[in-house]
């Protein structure tokens, strides 16, 4: 039985990934890369990505940080990378003095400028506080980037969507949590890939 449920998952994962559209992946691998270094000069510009999701997302982000400031496979320049939800007690204090729905606004007016990217990571779409993110990040000249999962009922209690809103998109046609998670790891370290690729290409 467990065996079943681990090809079912299996089969799933590999229908899901097989519809993303792979270029969508290298477009943004192309922004971030373009963002943080002179495409001229080859130096960094002083950009940086900033990243955040809930729950599960949220330790995605977190994944992601780790694998652009530490190693994803080989030794290279780090890529400035920041999860907005990487402090549990700047966290629980905005929650506390403003509610959840601006964890990441608060972050964005602190630390964001005009020039770097927000990517957005949602399994659902629906997240008020993701939407508020996506919105501010707009507002600051902040260019934004958003992983998803498939729009459901558009008679959804939040009825406004993520889908839409951000300047670059990858929706994943899936309702399952599971499987969007894992298409979405897949296209950061897709993206991861991209990136390390392009340091050592160029002795970063």
Do not use: W
Request: hydrophobic share 35%; aromatic share 6%; charged share 25%.
């Amino acid at each position: 039985m467990n065996q079943d449920v681990t090809k079912q998952n299996a089969s799933q994962l590999i229908q899901v990934i097989s519809t993303i559209d792979h270029r969508k992946i290298e477009e943004i691998a192309k922004l971030i890369k373009s963002t943080i270094y002179n495409p001229v000069t080859r130096q960094k510009t002083g950009r940086k990505l900033l990243i955040c999701g809930n729950g599960g997302s949220a330790a995605q982000a977190d994944h992601m940080m780790g694998e652009l400031i530490g190693r994803y496979k080989d030794d290279r320049t780090p890529f400035p990378c920041l999860n907005l939800a990487a402090s549990a007690a700047t966290t629980t204090c905005i929650t506390n003095d403003y509610g959840g729905d601006y964890i990441f606004t608060r972050n964005l007016e602190a630390l964001g400028e005009e020039g770097d990217i927000l990517m957005v990571l949602t399994t659902s779409g629906y997240s008020k506080n993701i939407m508020e993110a996506v919105t501010k990040a707009k507002e600051l000249g902040i260019k934004t980037v958003s992983l998803l999962g498939q729009k459901r009922d558009p008679k959804h209690p939040y009825q406004k969507a993520v889908h839409g809103l951000a300047d670059y998109e990858i929706e994943i046609p899936s309702l399952s949590t599971a499987r969007t998670q894992e298409a979405h790891i897949f296209i950061l370290h897709s993206i991861c890939d991209y990136l390390e690729k392009f340091s050592l290409e160029n002795g970063n």
